[in-house]
């Protein structure tokens, strides 16, 4: 069972800037896909960014351009970062893994954007 523990959320003006991790309780070698997913008050869970083992990355319209994803699997962990954040990037962001058989999901941190 693999724990994820996001962390970097807070509240930030418009234009600003964030880093989020998503930490791993085990390997990620052996986990080919990661993502972020983010949920606004109201609304449905979306994807927000994926990456690969690869390296290979996939970004929502929404927030190409100003988001980047990466991964360090030697430390076990996930990043997000975030520029030039805008209100209606406020939302609560997820981590999650693809493993073999199970799919795996962070607590959430909050991310608000706002003056």
């Known amino acids: 069972q693999v724990q994820l523990v996001e962390s970097g959320g807070g509240l930030v003006q418009p234009g600003g800037s964030l880093r989020l991790s998503c930490a791993a309780s085990?390997?990620?070698?052996?986990?080919?896909?990661m993502a972020w997913y983010r949920q606004a008050p109201g609304k449905q869970r979306e994807l927000v960014a994926v990456i690969r083992n690869s390296g290979a990355t996939n970004y929502a319209d929404s927030v190409k351009g100003r988001f980047t994803i990466s991964r360090d699997n030697t430390k076990n962990t996930m990043y997000l970062q975030m520029n030039s954040l805008k209100p209606e990037d406020t939302a609560v962001y997820y981590c999650?893994?693809?493993?073999?058989?199970?799919?795996?999901w962070g607590q959430g941190t909050q991310v608000t954007v706002s003056s």
């Open positions: 085990e390997s990620t070698f052996s986990i080919n896909t």
């Open positions: 999650n893994a693809l493993g073999s058989t199970t799919i795996y």
